[in-house]
Nanobody, 115 residues
Framework: QVQLVESGGGLVQPGGSLRLSCAAS????????MGWYRQAPGKQREWVAL???????SYVDSVRGRFTISRDNAKNTVYLQMNLLKPEDTAVYYC?????????WGQGTQVTVSS
């Protein structure tokens, strides 16, 4: 069974940093690509970043150069380092993976960027 648990969200001032973590259960982790998504109030969930099993990364244009996705296969954990945060980054951030054709999501962690 796949379980994803996010942590690390909080309130931060514009220009600040946060690091999100997503701990995954199960033996699938090292073979799967992992992604981060976010959903702001009143908006659709959007893809933010992706890391493949081989460590290749990709980002939505709005965060490229500010966010960094990484993974630690020994800890079954994927991270999202967020720097130079902006108010428009405020959202609930979700971890995601697809395993045998099924989408799995964590419960989300709130990130609020405000002065």
């Amino acid at each position: 069974q796949v379980q994803l648990v996010e942590s690390g969200g909080g309130l931060v001032q514009p220009g600040g940093s946060l690091r999100l973590s997503c701990a995954a259960s199960g033996s699938f982790f090292s073979d799967n690509r992992m992604g981060w998504y976010r959903q702001a109030p009143g908006k659709q969930r959007e893809w933010v970043a992706l890391i493949t099993s081989g460590g290749r990364t990709s980002y939505v244009d709005s965060v490229r150069g500010r966010f960094t996705i990484s993974r630690d296969n020994a800890k079954n954990t994927v991270y999202l380092q967020m720097n130079l945060l902006k108010p428009e980054d405020t959202a609930v951030y979700y971890c995601n993976t697809i395993h045998y054709g099924t989408d799995y999501w964590g419960q989300g962690t709130q990130v609020t960027v405000s002065s």
